[in-house]
C-alpha cells in the first residue's frame, strides 16, 4: 500500500530523466522534476531505501523551472525535459553521463563532458511512430508505461514534413480509411519524398537521406537517426577517432552496422572492413550504400553480434578500430569479453544510454583499454535521451 506524502527537494537530474532527492532515510527518484524543486511526492514503489515515485504537488518551483511548451505531458510523447531552459537541458545530460560513469563504470577522475547542442531545438524529428486506438479513435501516442494511446494533433519536435504526415494519418482516420488491423504507423521523411505506412506491412518504402558527402537508402523500417545535423556530428566524431586509428595496422569492424553510416566512413580509411548486422534488410542496403559510395574493401555480416563476435574471428588478422553501436540495452558482458579477444588497437563506444554505455565501458576498461574522452550529443533535444560516443585505446597502445 502506498504510504503517506513525502516532502523532498530535487538534488539533480540522473538516469531516465529522474531527479533524486533524499527524504526520510530514502533516496527518492521522482521524474518530470528540475534540479532545485521542493515537491510532495507520492510513492509507488519502494525496494529497499530506494523509492520511486510520481509528484503530488510542486512545493517551491526550482529557479530552472520554466513552462512546458505541451501542458499535458502524457501527449507530449515523451518531451520528459521541456520544463527546463535549452542550456540547462545539456547541462543536466552532461551530468547524467557523468553521474554513469562514476557510479557504474567506477571512472576516477570521471573526464569532462562536452555536448553537442542542436540546431533545432524543436520540429527536428524526421521519423516518429503513431499509434492507433480504433476503439477511441484516438491517433498519437501511447501515455507513459501504458498502452493507452492519447490522441495528439500537433507534436512540436515533429518537422514539418513528418508533421504533415501525423496530419495525413488523423485525415484517413476520420475517413475510415485506416484498416482495422493497422494500430501502429511509421512516418519517415528523406530529402526528397517521404513515407507514411503501417508497422506491419509486408515491403517498406525506399528512403534516401544524403549525410556529408554520402547518399544513404534505407527502408522506412530500418534503423537511422531522426536529427540529421546531430547525426552529421557523430559521424564526424566516429571519424576522427578512425583518423587516430588508422595509424595502427589492421582492418576496422563496425559492430550493429545498420544501414552502413559508419561503414561507409571506414572504408575510405581502412584496407578493409567488416559490418556486423542482424537484420537482412539493413545489410542489403549497407551493401548498396558502399557501393554507390565507390568502395569495394568492405563485406557484411548478417547475424546477430553477440552470435557472430563469439566464433573464431583470428582469420580476420589484426583490428585497428572496432566501432559499435548497439541498441538501447547496449552490447553487453559477454559481447565486451568476445571483442576483447580480438584485442582492436583502439575502440569507438556509441550508445544512447548513459548507464548501460557505462556498464560496457567498465568491460573494456577491465580489460586493458583506457578512456581517451567521451563526448554527448544532444540527439533528441526536451527529452532526457542523449547520443554518447567514447574513444578507448589498448593500455599498451
Known amino acids: 500500500m502506498p504510504g503517506p506524502p513525502v516532502d523532498v527537494t530535487i538534488d539533480r537530474i540522473v538516469g531516465e530523466g529522474r531527479g533524486i532527492g533524499f527524504a526520510d532515510g530514502m533516496t527518492i527518484f521522482v521524474p518530470l522534476t528540475a534540479p532545485g524543486d521542493t515537491v510532495r511526492v507520492r510513492i509507488g514503489r519502494l525496494q529497499g531505501t530506494v523509492a520511486h515515485a510520481e509528484i503530488e504537488e ?39 553521463i557523468a553521474d554513469s560513469l562514476r557510479r557504474i563504470a567506477k571512472l576516477d577522475p570521471v573526464p569532462e563532458i562536452p555536448i553537442t547542442a542542436s540546431p533545432q531545438e524543436w520540429e527536428y524529428r524526421t521519423r516518429a511512430e503513431f ?57 519517415v521523411s528523406g530529402d526528397a519524398g517521404s513515407v507514411l505506412e503501417p508497422t506491419n506491412t509486408a515491403k517498406s518504402r525506399l528512403v534516401m537521406r544524403q549525410i556529408g558527402e554520402d547518399v544513404f537508402r534505407f527502408s522506412a523500417e530500418c534503423f537511422f537517426q531522426a536529427n540529421i545535423p546531430v547525426t552529421q556530428a557523430v559521424l564526424d566524431r566516429v571519424n576522427e577517432i578512425a583518423d587516430v586509428a588508422r595509424r595502427s595496422d589492421g582492418i576496422a569492424l563496425d559492430l550493429y552496422c545498420g544501414v552502413g553510416l559508419f561503414t561507409v566512413s571506414l572504408a575510405r580509411r581502412f584496407p578493409r572492413v567488416v559490418g556486423v548486422e542482424s537484420m537482412l534488410s539493413a545489410t542489403k542496403y549497407a551493401e548498396e550504400n558502399l557501393e554507390t559510395a565507390g568502395l569495394r574493401n568492405g563485406r557484411f555480416v548478417t547475424a546477430p553480434v553477440e552470435h557472430w563476435i563469439a566464433g573464431d574471428r583470428s582469420p580476420i588478422g589484426r583490428v585497428a578500430l572496432a566501432v559499435f ?24 563506444a556509441v550508445s544512447c544510454d548513459p548507464a548501460t554505455f557505462a556498464r560496457d565501458i567498465r568491460g573494456l576498461v577491465d580489460g586493458g583499454y583506457e578512456v581517451v574522452d567521451v563526448q554527448g550529443f544532444d540527439m533528441f533535444p526536451q527529452t532526457h535521451h542523449v547520443e554518447i560516443v567514447a574513444h578507448l585505446r589498448r593500455s599498451e597502445e
Open 58 to 96: 510542486i512545493l517551491e518551483p526550482s529557479p530552472l523551472r520554466i513552462a512546458p511548451r505541451v501542458a499535458d505531458y502524457a501527449a507530449s510523447g515523451g518531451l520528459d525535459l521541456q520544463h527546463l531552459a535549452y542550456a540547462d537541458q545539456l547541462e543536466v545530460k552532461a551530468g547524467a
Open 325 to 348: 553501436d548497439p541498441p538501447r540495452t547496449g552490447a553487453g558482458k559477454e559481447t565486451i569479453q568476445h571483442l576483447l579477444r580480438l584485442k582492436p588497437a583502439h575502440v569507438a
Open 131 to 187: 499509434q492507433i486506438d480504433h476503439e477511441t479513435g484516438a491517433v498519437g501516442y501511447f501515455a507513459p508505461n501504458s498502452h493507452r494511446v492519447v490522441d495528439v494533433a500537433e507534436s512540436p519536435v515533429l518537422t514539418p514534413e513528418v508533421q504533415a504526415l501525423l496530419t495525413t494519418l488523423r485525415d484517413d482516420k476520420a475517413a475510415n480509411l485506416v484498416p482495422k488491423a493497422a494500430r501502429e504507423y511509421r512516418a
